[in-house]
T-cell receptor, first 115, second 113 residues
Framework: AQKITQTQPGMFVQEKEAVTLDCTYDTSDQSYGLFWYKQPSSGEMIFLIYQGSYDEQNATEGRYSLNFQKARKSANLVISASQLGDSAMYFCAMRDIQGAQKLVFGQGTRLTINP | DSGVTQTPKHLITATGQRVTLRCSPRSGDLSVYWYQQSLDQGLQFLIQYYNGEERAKGNILERFSAQQFPDLHSELNLSSLELGDSALYFC????????????FGPGTRLTVT
């Protein structure tokens, strides 16, 4: 069974600093995808970034990058130059590419950006 | 705005009642997923439909059912509601059956009293 672990329930960061949100995963599948979603206080789930298990380069989307270390089964999200609007819950998730299409989510990390 | 719409935004009902949550996927998306987010269980996958057919099932209770209609909108039916069913219910959609980008709707917050 697939499992996602986010060990940081909450993080506090100063505005403009970079922040790394940790995510480790467990799967016996060879083909899988890793995702990060942002959930602001308004409740919607916003897709941020995707990394495929066979992608050789780390995914980047604007200020977001995914530090993918396959051997360590980690997929940390890095946010550069944090902004006040980055304050939200962040969820790491994974999906088995070949089989069931469900996303399996971690428990989330609440990020607070201080001015 | 993800392009996925969900109605209603909020729903308050009593135990034992039945409700229907509605989801319209993004234009062109054939796959619809339902997720439940609760404080104790976190975010859990309930069920997936692709082009009208059920494709995958998660931790969906027997009291819950879903369907996807020919126009691709989907409905999640929750019956014999219990206090523990109070949660935020998300619908997500993707282009393909295995579309890697799942775009989430704004959610329906269900409160059972």
């Amino acid at each position: 069974a697939q499992k996602i672990t986010q060990t940081q329930p909450g993080m506090f960061v100063q505005e403009k600093e970079a922040v790394t949100l940790d995510c480790t995963y467990d799967t016996s599948d060879q083909s899988y995808g890793l995702f990060w979603y942002k959930q602001p206080s308004s409740g919607e789930m916003i897709f941020l970034i995707y990394q495929g298990s066979y992608d050789e380069q780390n995914a980047t989307e604007g200020r977001y990058s995914l530090n993918f270390q396959k051997a360590r089964k980690s997929a940390n999200l890095v946010i550069s130059a944090s902004q006040l609007g980055d304050s939200a819950m962040y969820f790491c998730a994974m999906r088995d590419i070949q089989g069931a299409q469900k996303l399996v989510f971690g428990q989330g990390t609440r990020l607070t950006i201080n001015p | 705005d993800s392009g996925v719409t969900q109605t209603p935004k909020h729903l308050i009902t009593a135990t034992g009642q039945r409700v229907t949550l509605r989801c319209s996927p993004r234009s062109g998306d054939l796959s619809v997923y339902w997720y439940q987010q609760s404080l104790d269980q976190g975010l859990q996958f309930l069920i997936q439909y692709y082009n009208g057919e059920e494709r995958a099932k998660g931790n969906i209770l027997e009291r819950f059912s879903a369907q996807q209609f020919p126009d691709l909108h989907s409905e999640l039916n929750l019956s014999s509601l219990e206090l523990g069913d109070s949660a935020l219910y998300f619908c997500a959609s993707s282009v393909e059956v295995a579309g890697y980008e799942q775009y989430f709707g704004p959610g329906t917050r269900l409160t059972v009293t």
